[in-house]
T-cell receptor
C-alpha cells in the first residue's frame, strides 16, 4: 500500500491564481480530511469527509472547496489564492472515527502564495 | 468549546530525563485522545492514544495520563532520547479531530 499520497510536494502561486491539491489513499478509508499547519498554530482542520459524496467544514474552511466523488480521492481546491493561504497542507485518512481507527497523514504540500 | 489547549510550546530536556507535555479540553463530547509525533518535513504519525474511561496508558517509554474530572491529559516520555526530538501534538475527537498547537521537544545529548 502506498498509504496517503499528496501532490504536488511544493507549489508557488501568485495571488488570485487557483489550483487543486491532490490527495489519494489506497486503504479503502471512509474518513478523509485536510489540515493546514502554520507556525505556532498547530494543525487546523479545513474540510473533512465521512464518505464518498459527503463533505463538511472544519475550523478554517473559507477560501477552500472540496469534493469526494470516490472513496480514494479527496482534492482540495483554492479558488483564488491569497498570501494568507501560504502554509503546509496535510491530507489524512482513517477507516472511520471508531476508537481503533488510526488516522494516517500524507507527506504534505508546501504552498507559497506571492 | 472545540479547543484543545497544549503546553508548553517548546521544551528542552536532558537525555535520560522525563519529558512532560500537557493538554486541556472543554468539550465533554470528546471521546478519544490521541498524541501525534511529527519529525521535520514529515506528516504527523500516531504515537499513542487513550479513551476517557482509562486513567493511564503506557506503551514503552510513552505514557498518557488522563484526568477526566479536570479535563486534562498529558504525555510523559521516560528516559528521553535525542531521537525523541520532534513536535508533539495532542488531539481530541468527537465527530472530527481537533489538534493542540503543538510542542517542540528537543532532547540534549
Amino acid at each position: 500500500n502506498a498509504g496517503v499520497t499528496q501532490t504536488p510536494k511544493f507549489q508557488v502561486l501568485k495571488t488570485g491564481q487557483s489550483m487543486t491539491l491532490q490527495c489519494a489513499q489506497d486503504m479503502n478509508h471512509e474518513y478523509m480530511s485536510w489540515y493546514r499547519q502554520d507556525p505556532g498554530m498547530g494543525l487546523r482542520l479545513i474540510h473533512y469527509s465521512v464518505g464518498a459524496g459527503i463533505t463538511d467544514q472544519g475550523e478554517v474552511p473559507n477560501g477552500y472547496n472540496v469534493s469526494r466523488s470516490t472513496t480514494e480521492d479527496f482534492p482540495l481546491r483554492l479558488l483564488s489564492a491569497a498570501p494568507s493561504q501560504t502554509s503546509v497542507y496535510f491530507c489524512a485518512s482513517s477507516l472511520g472515527l471508531a476508537h481503533t481507527d488510526t488516522q494516517y497523514f500524507g507527506p504534505g504540500t508546501r504552498l507559497t502564495v506571492l | 468549546q472545540q479547543q484543545v489547549k497544549q503546553s508548553p510550546q517548546s521544551l528542552i530536556v536532558q537525555k535520560g530525563g522525563i519529558s512532560i507535555i500537557n493538554c486541556a479540553y472543554e468539550n465533554t463530547a470528546f471521546d478519544y485522545f490521541p498524541w501525534y509525533q511529527q519529525f521535520p518535513g514529515k506528516g504527523p504519525a500516531l504515537l499513542i492514544a487513550i479513551r476517557p474511561d482509562v486513567s493511564e496508558k503506557k506503551e514503552g517509554r510513552f505514557t498518557i495520563s488522563f484526568n477526566k474530572s479536570a479535563k486534562q491529559f498529558s504525555l510523559h516520555i521516560m528516559d528521553s532520547q535525542p531521537g525523541d526530538s520532534a513536535t508533539y501534538f495532542c488531539a481530541a475527537r468527537a465527530d472530527k479531530i481537533i489538534f493542540g498547537k503543538g510542542t517542540r521537544l528537543h532532547i540534549l545529548p
